[in-house]
């Protein structure tokens, strides 16, 4: 993904409410703000959060603030429009680059989900604070839900062509379902996290990536297989 620090420079938004940064100092007063945003909303309810707090996390004023964002609720939409904006910037990157764009199929899978959980975990609070925004505000989920039809397009683009040169060709339709279940799963995980899976575990990596080669009908590489097989090897060999 780009550098988070350089989000609000290289990613245009046009919010109502958002007064454009024309200079480098408000161009980094701006950067900060959002970046304090994303800290605070990691460590608690945004709904809680006060804009003073902001300012003094980001080492600015109130008068700062609202120089930059008209309210609150527009702060949280710009913050929303940017982290999904520059989750999509980097799935164009991983996409394009040759040890993606060329690898095995299984390996193509493998990435895809490791980008795809790297993003919960690194958003989870915006996601949380998002999903519970939802119950009062009914488009506060709208920004999650057109980020994933995006990045499943991106995702289509070169799985399509995959899956018919294996002669396991699938619909744009069913390959939209398959990730419907993985996003399913991961904010389950972050607003839940029920259990017997975290967000954060390893597993959760290895299982979605399997999920997806199974759901594909790819053939998980061979180390996988090898892994999931050593508990029962310990096991045995405890027996004896």
């Known amino acids: 993904m780009p550098d988070a620090d350089q989000t609000a420079t290289t990613i245009g938004i046009q919010l109502d409410g958002v007064t454009p940064a024309l200079q480098a ?3 980094a007063t701006f950067n900060a703000l959002i970046q304090a945003g994303r800290r605070v909303m990691g460590a608690k309810d945004f709904e809680a959060v006060r804009i003073n707090e902001i300012a003094r996390t ?3 004023s109130i008068g700062a603030f609202y ?3 008209a309210n609150k609720e527009v702060f949280f939409s710009a913050i929303q429009e940017i982290t999904v904006s520059e ?3 980097g799935m164009r990157v991983l996409l394009a680059q040759p040890s993606v764009a060329q690898a095995g199929d299984s390996e193509f899978l493998f990435a895809i989900a490791r980008f795809w959980i790297g993003f919960y975990r690194t958003h989870r609070g915006l996601y949380v604070a998002s999903f519970k925004h939802s119950r009062t505000r009914p488009g506060a989920w709208t920004p999650f839900k057109r980020l ?4 499943v397009s991106l ?3 070169q799985l399509v062509p995959r899956l018919r040169r294996l002669d396991k060709s699938r619909t744009e339709r069913d390959i939209r379902i398959a990730f419907q279940f993985v996003n399913g799963l991961l904010v389950n995980a972050v607003v839940n996290d029920p259990g017997p899976m975290s967000l954060d575990d ?3 990596e290895r299982s979605v990536a399997r999920f997806l080669c199974a759901y594909f009908g790819i053939q998980a590489p061979a180390a996988t297989r090898k892994n999931r097989q050593k508990p029962a090897k310990n096991r045995q060999s405890k027996r004896s």
């Open 25 to 27: 100092r408000s161009q």
């Open 58 to 60: 980001a080492g600015a």
């Open 87 to 89: 989750i999509e910037a």
């Open 155 to 157: 995702v289509i683009k």
């Open 148 to 151: 994933g039809r995006n990045l």
């Open 202 to 204: 390893a597993e959760m």
């Open 67 to 69: 120089g930059r964002f």
